[in-house]
């Protein structure tokens, strides 16, 4: 089905020809329509889906039919949880506007750099202001905009949105909207607070929900392999020799951990860099800038980067440390394989992390076999979970003392302190 019968005119069309999209993705067939319409929007799609196009064109469409001529004043507002796809969606949004006449204007805003420039961006007004929830409460305690004519509100990855803590602020910008608007929102997961969030938000909207089908799964190839947790840095670099990926991103648990094993690798003479929340926003735009233009082989990144960010082929992503949760694990994998390529996702499961991996597996409904590979073969067992009582009444791992236990413990060790010292020598 062509972009031309999805009810867009003729200059959107152009615009996603432009931008090398041939026909629309599923979530794009689902939505530009019921967005054209007017209608609310509640997208369920998975990462890489096309979802920024399936609500960029429509709005846009919406924007130009509706522009007054008069001064420029925010029609359009898109919350996102963070500084990187502010500026990937804004530049989305600025790519297609270009094709259009009259020219829309799309302000790009978040925190983390100077607001000044960004003041000096929103003079004038804009059409468009594509923003983190922070950053423009700023803007607006300055005056440096108004949100009293937004007429279409989208909330990109609004899970993300809320697992930020981002929750206080959105009822506050809410709140400085007009209650008539179209509102569009667009979330991977949907825990009970996200649906919340949209049971509140949307009249009426329109699901669209691209089904996890073999069609249009993104097609990544998902491996779990076993190895040390000493020697997955050389692991990871005779994996990268190996298949002489062009770039990947490797997953860590902490900031530490994304310089050190950058470091060991860079050493090694792999270009490696660390990208995450403790770099500057100057650092953190470089490196993603550089990683896109192939200047750096591998990244190694905490989950700073498993949301959202857009790399077009990314051959593989790496599981160094495993995520926390089974949601995590499917953002991460969906830095690869994005927009029909194909992708590799690997998991490196040491035995301490052996029965974390199994739970996630159950939640994605997966059974990945244990590979090993030659020269890495594990050689570690899982340590023992810790015990927690010393009465040896059978501890649970993660579990802590309750009252009752403590109680029990005092009172045994004043039974204890009040036995004779003679009689404690005897026993
Ligand atoms: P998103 O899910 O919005 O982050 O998009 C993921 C990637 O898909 C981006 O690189 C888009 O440029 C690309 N994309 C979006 N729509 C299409 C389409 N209709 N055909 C081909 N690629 C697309």
Redesign the pocket.
């Known amino acids: 089905m062509p972009f031309a019968s999805l009810g867009l005119s003729p200059a959107l069309v152009h615009a ?1 020809e432009k ?7 599923p979530i ?1 067939t689902g939505a530009i329509p019921a967005i054209l319409q007017g209608a609310d929007m509640l997208g369920a ?1 998975q ?8 609500f960029a064109l429509p709005l846009l469409q919406q924007l130009q039919l509706s522009a007054t001529g008069g001064p420029r004043r925010v029609r359009a507002l898109v919350l996102v949880p963070t500084r990187e796809l502010a500026a ?1 969606v804004g530049e ?1 949004l600025r790519s297609l506007a270009q094709h259009l006449q009259p020219p829309l204007k799309v302000a790009i805003v978040f925190g983390g750099v100077s607001i000044n420039p960004q003041m000096l961006g929103l003079r004038g007004g804009a059409d468009i202001v594509v923003a983190t929830p922070g950053r423009l409460l700023d803007l607006v305690e300055h005056n440096a905009l108004r949100l009293s004519a937004v007429a279409h509100l989208v909330l990109d990855e609004a899970d993300r949105l809320l697992d930020l803590g981002f929750t206080e602020e959105l009822q506050r910008v809410l709140a400085l909207l007009p209650a008539r608007r179209q509102n569009l929102f667009l979330s991977a997961t949907f825990p009970a607070a996200v649906q919340a969030l949209a049971d509140g938000l949307l009249s009426n909207p329109v699901r669209v929900e691209v089904p996890h089908t073999p069609g249009n799964e993104p097609a990544i190839e998902q491996r779990a392999i076993a190895v040390d947790a000493s020697r997955r840095t050389q692991l990871l670099r005779h994996l990268v020799k190996e298949y002489n990926w062009s770039r990947v991103l490797v997953f860590v648990a902490t900031q530490y951990a994304a310089e050190h094993v950058a470091e060991k690798l860079y050493k090694a003479g792999i270009f490696a860099s660390p990208f995450h929340g403790g770099l500057s926003q100057g650092a953190r735009n470089q490196v993603l800038q550089e990683f896109k233009d192939e200047r750096w082989q591998v990244v190694v990144t905490t989950d700073l980067a498993a949301r ?1 960010i ?1 790399i ?1 082929q990314l051959p593989a992503v790496v599981n160094y440390d495993l995520p926390r949760s089974a949601v995590d694990y499917v953002h991460r994998i969906g830095r690869t394989g ?3 390529e194909s992708g590799m996702a690997v998991s490196f499961v040491t035995a301490d992390a052996e029965a974390h991996f199994r739970l996630i597996e159950k939640r994605q409904h997966l059974a990945l076999p244990r590979e090993q590979i030659a020269g890495f073969e594990p050689t570690e067992v899982a340590a023992p979970p810790p015990t927690t009582d010393p009465q040896g009444t059978g501890g649970i791992k993660g579990k802590r003392p309750s009252k009752k236990d403590k109680l029990r413990a005092a009172a045994a060790a004043a039974a204890a302190a009040a036995i004779p010292a003679a009689d404690k020598k005897g026993s």
């Open positions: 996603a931008a090398g999209f041939v026909a629309p993705t794009q799609a990462t890489g889906s096309g979802k920024t196009a399936a990937q989305v959202g857009d077009s994005r927009a029909g």
